[in-house]
């Protein structure tokens, strides 16, 4: 009875889940204690966890078939949404990503990376498809691209950075020749290494060189591509200028934390504190001095790893971080045990969704990437983030449950 | 490698990456929290660095020559940090602070439900002997400390409670509501100008940083304050009003309950702006005891009110000539028509009475003579609905949108009203005719009666009134104008001059205010008695002038003082004057300045 049940749920994905939405429900709970504006943060954030618990199982129950046939759609209503936000939404520190209904705000973006990694995973799934083919690359691409540039527009960099990943590792999966990946992929990288100045770009370019030496293509061809590769590096210095001045801050502070001590390089020194001071066991709960200071503003937010890395310490730090390693690796289980390709694509989507969200923050967190504003899975408090992760994880089971049809 | 649809190869990459991500971040993790963990955790404890917000000093108000009304200064003001301060303290600070025992523990218990590590506000304005007591004890007194924060300066002569209003710390709902830009013991304008200009006055906070300790005290500035951010004040505001007719306003109300309100016709700018009795800005403002806040607000002559914008009662004859222009407009007079008034007008079983016989009288006589039957007669033929379109045409019956914080619509009777109020068919004309003067359920606010004065002065053109003209930018004190609606009437221009000719007969012919004529000024004004169920009548008095180029126009409402002639015209006259002749003096000293 029970390996039956093993058999349909996956208790080894859920588990971990649940465990990780619970200690974010503590450090919510925690970095908001006796808040002046915040302290009702987290009795908000339970009743959103028990509401995303309903979407996972609403999910997880959802015929697997109707999974293929939202897809067009989900897309197309998460574009128009976007859409709505440039023409209506709200502006929360300088960037609009907001709707509201009546009194409930929303993040569209959020909904877009369901309805980007549905409708990519249809198109690249359909059959006769050649991702190798400059048609099927170029109509993959623009799939993936129209929601970037919406989400640009917000702007919001994180959020964008996410949707790019998406669909390249997509795109990845699909079989893409890793010629033709590292044709479509080096610009992005470049223009990436362009924001840390000339030195990076320089030494990005000579991997660039080299990656153009060991694929041994025609000069003429290997011209081209450097040309390409050369002129996004300029791409930036013309993007920047249309960027939000607290975005262009970002950037600038990560590239160089000193140059401004109290917007990001002031987060993230602090952060760095927090974690640090941290020790073994931690400072204990609601102990942490640098939290409950409160020496970062919205530490409910971006920078919710650093209260468990103050108060519960690295034993702490770690498990939560290995939790997120066991759904990762049960994803990748998954994956190989699935016979259809939309459900291996749908899969690989949501695993590179929740982990370049986990990879980005926890790196903001202890220091080791640029801070950009993307939330923690499971642990950051909102709502929009919680429903659209636990929905998410409902469709893996969903599709866990469902690994030996073949459609 | 294996270009097939998710390949084994494939996989292994997504392995390898999740792998080494991991393996880096537990890495970091052990560097941080085992390897380096002492000096993180000196950091935490002992030097931490601490944002500090530095308030922004508001606004200050000009009058509209540039002379200032409202000013800042630097005050002293004490505050506790609960988390490091010793509750047995409270007396002995009580007793240096000179306060009721209690004091302190009351206003700390306000703000529990903040973080203990926030200062709290305890007594703004406290006197430079304090200061220096707590400067010498600072180690005794762990949390008291004192923060110099701008107060406003209300030395310059004016009151103008009403006008310019006050700010109050902030509360917790509207904290809770705009948590982007304020923060506990933030203060906010909630009434006056200070509360409708809120987001121009506040300016931008700034903050500095500093090296705190593990107790939270400053043991000294961040990088030598290099990341610290100068507050930036908020936009200066150019009001409407002339500060010596706004002071020769405020001495006559000195010992009287009523308001007035004295704009320009063609621009709706707020000259002078009074309501009677006022509160002291200044001592209110400085005012933290709740129980005093209570006394002025419980005070049975209500000072806290605004009588120019929310106090109503009827027009009394002031409202005469709305109802001749709608008679001339309507073709139901002309300027000689005339009727004969015998003292009176039996209407039914009822006689509404006028003030003495005027026998034959036209329309100009009518208004000199203010000649009630005339009135009657004429609202009769006009009637009530279409009366009462017109009334609200000029800006009765709703509010006109003064830019001060509160306001009522006032009234304006027509047979919808009648029939929700008496019930259909429970009410007659007789309730019309008293409207014909002003009385019965008509009821205006005094700020209406000025824009109407305003209309009459300028033949139906003006903008709705206002008390503010503009603002200074912060950088290079530029002045940037506001826009307000404009509010115009239709009517001919001759009809208008028919009715001002009654109003100027009225203070220079024969009158109802002859004794308010002056001889450099032409005024042209009409009295008027407001009936108060309650007591005594209200004074009532609206004028314009210069007659031929009015600057101004002006509505005078005394209350309790009976007939308009004796209290209110008396009033309206100094203040026109006070205007007028400040207005050529500052002519003349820009044209000397010229010539010069």
Redesign the interface.
């Known amino acids: 009875m029970f390996s039956k049940l093993e058999d349909k749920f996956d208790f080894s994905l859920f588990v971990p889940i649940i465990i990780l939405t619970g200690i974010g429900l503590l450090a919510i709970y925690s970095s908001t204690y006796?808040?002046?504006?915040a302290?009702g943060n987290f009795i908000k954030q339970v009743y959103f966890s028990f509401i995303s618990l309903g979407a996972f199982f609403f999910f997880y129950f959802l015929p697997h078939k109707s999974l293929k046939l939202i897809a067009g759609g989900l897309y197309a209503f998460s574009i128009l949404l976007l859409l709505a936000v440039i023409a209506l939404g709200k502006t929360v520190?300088g960037a609009k990503s907001w709707i509201s209904f009546g009194s409930i705000g929303f993040q569209p973006s959020e909904f877009a990376k369901v309805g980007l990694i549905f409708f990519l995973a249809y198109w690249l799934s359909y059959k006769n498809r050649n991702i190798?083919n400059l048609k099927d690359i170029s109509v993959a691409l623009a799939i993936g691209m129209i929601p970037v540039a919406l989400i640009m527009l917000e702007p919001d960099l994180g959020t964008a950075i996410v949707f790019i990943i998406i669909t390249f590792?997509m795109i990845?999966?699909?079989?893409?020749?890793?010629f033709a990946f590292f044709v479509v992929a080096s610009p992005v990288v470049i223009v990436f290494a362009s924001m840390f100045g000339l030195g990076a770009i320089i030494i990005s370019l000579g991997f660039v060189l080299l990656a153009l030496y060991f694929f041994k293509r025609d000069i003429f061809t290997s011209l081209i591509i450097f040309v390409f590769n050369l002129a996004s590096s300029f791409f930036f210095d013309y993007i920047i200028r249309y960027l939000k001045p607290h975005q262009q801050k970002r950037i600038e502070s990560f590239v160089n934390p000193a140059a401004?001590?109290?917007g990001s390089g002031?987060n993230a020194?602090?952060a760095?504190?927090?974690?640090?001071?941290?020790?073994?066991f931690g400072k204990g709960f609601l102990h942490g001095?640098?939290t409950?200071?409160?020496?970062i503003p919205e530490q409910w937010t971006d920078f919710i790893y650093c209260v468990i890395?103050e108060e519960f310490?690295?034993w702490g730090?770690?498990i939560t971080?290995s939790l997120f390693?066991i759904v990762?690796?049960r994803f990748?289980n998954i994956?190989?045990s699935v016979k259809d390709?939309f459900s291996?694509l749908v899969l690989?989507g949501i695993?590179t969704l929740l982990?370049t969200h986990f990879?980005i923050n926890?790196?903001m967190n202890?220091?080791?990437t640029p801070v950009i504003g993307l939330p923690l899975p499971f642990l950051s408090y909102g709502g929009s983030s919680l429903l659209v992760n636990m929905s998410l994880i409902g469709i893996a089971m969903n599709i866990y449950k469902n690994r030996r049809l073949y459609t | 490698?294996?270009?097939?649809?998710?390949?084994a190869d494939?996989?292994r990459i997504?392995?390898f990456?999740?792998i080494l991500?991991?393996a880096?971040?537990?890495f970091?993790?052990?560097r941080?929290?085992?390897l380096?963990?002492v000096?993180?955790?000196e950091?935490?404890?002992e030097n931490?660095?601490?944002?500090i917000m530095l308030k922004a000093p508001r606004g200050i108000f000009f009058d509209r020559n540039f002379q200032v009304l409202v000013s800042n200064k630097p005050s002293y003001s004490f505050e506790i940090t609960p988390a490091n301060y010793n509750r047995q303290l409270n007396p002995l600070i009580e007793h240096v602070l000179g306060v009721d025992s209690n004091y302190i523990s009351k206003r700390l218990s306000k703000s529990t439900?903040?973080?203990?590590?926030?200062p709290r506000l305890i007594k703004r304005n406290v006197d430079f002997p304090f200061v220096a007591w707590l400067e010498e004890n600072s180690n005794k007194l762990p949390g008291a400390s004192y923060v110099i924060e701008m107060q406003r300066d209300y030395s310059f002569g004016i009151n103008g409670a009403h006008i310019f209003g006050y700010t109050r710390e902030i509360n917790y709902s509207q904290?809770?509501r705009q948590?982007?830009f304020y923060?506990?013991g933030d203060y906010v304008g909630i009434k006056g100008i200070e509360k409708t200009y809120e987001n121009y006055l506040r300016g931008e906070k700034g903050?500095k940083?500093v090296i705190v300790n593990?107790s939270?005290r400053i043991i000294g500035k961040?990088?030598n304050g290099?990341?610290d951010?100068a507050p930036v004040k908020g936009y200066d505001l150019i009001l409407t009003l002339n500060s010596d007719a706004q002071k020769v306003a405020e001495k006559s109300f000195k010992h009287k309950t009523g308001s007035l309100v004295a704009i320009e016709p063609s621009t709706g700018e707020v000259l002078a702006f009074v309501s009677s009795p006022q509160y002291n800005l200044a001592e209110f403002a400085s005012i933290m005891d709740e129980s005093m806040i209570r006394k002025i607000i419980h005070d049975k002559n209500k000072p806290l009110f605004n009588r120019g914008t929310t106090s109503i009662y009827p027009p009394g004859s002031t409202i005469k000539m709305l109802a001749a222009l709608i008679g001339l407009q309507e073709g139901l007079i002309t300027k000689y028509s005339t009727i004969d008034c015998k003292g009176g007008l039996q209407y039914g079983n009822r006689f509404f009475k006028c003030h003495g016989a005027h026998g034959i009288t036209n329309v100009i006589k009518a208004i000199e003579q203010s000649c009630n039957t005339y009135f009657y007669k004429l609202i009769l033929d006009i009637g009530l609905d279409r009366w009462a379109n017109y009334v609200k045409k000029f800006g009765f019956g709703k509010k006109t949108g003064i830019d001060l914080s509160e306001e009522s619509k006032g009234i304006v009777p027509d047979s919808k009203y009648y029939d929700k109020v008496y019930g259909k068919g429970k009410w007659s004309r007789g309730n019309l005719i008293s409207l014909g003067i002003g009385q019965g359920e008509l009821s205006v606010t005094t700020v209406q009666l000025a824009q109407y004065a305003a209309l009459l002065a300028n033949f139906g053109k003006t903008k709705s009134p206002h008390v503010v003209k503009g603002y200074l930018t912060q950088d290079n004190q530029e002045f940037i104008p506001l826009k307000f609606k404009d509010v115009n009437i239709d009517f001919k221009r001759k009809y208008f001059d028919i009715v001002r000719e009654g109003m100027f007969k009225v203070v220079n012919g024969k009158g109802t205010a002859t004794g308010i004529k002056l001889k450099e000024y032409k005024i042209a004004g009409k009295t008027g008695t407001s009936q108060n169920p309650h007591g005594k009548d209200h004074a009532l008095f609206i004028a314009f002038a210069p007659y031929d180029n009015p600057k101004i126009a002006i509505a005078v409402m005394v209350e309790n003082a009976g007939f308009g002639s004796s209290f209110a015209a008396p009033i309206a006259r100094d203040v026109i004057k006070a205007y007028l002749d400040s207005e050529k003096k500052i002519n003349n000293q820009k044209l000397l300045s010229e010539w010069n």
């Open positions: 006796n808040h002046p504006t302290s520190y190798n590792t990845f999966w699909s079989g893409l020749n890793l401004d001590p109290l002031y020194l602090q760095k504190v927090a974690i640090g001071s941290g020790g073994l001095s640098q409950q200071l409160r020496f890395g310490g690295f730090s770690v971080i390693f990762f690796l990748l994956i190989s390709k291996s690989v695993l982990f990879s926890i790196g202890i220091g080791i | 490698m294996d270009n097939s649809f998710g390949s494939r996989r997504l392995y990456i999740i991500f991991f880096i971040s537990i970091q993790l052990f941080m929290q085992i380096e963990q000096a993180y955790k950091k935490s404890t931490s660095i601490k944002k439900a903040y973080s203990k590590y926030i904290l809770k948590k982007n923060s506990l903050y940083l593990s939270q961040y990088e290099k990341g951010r």
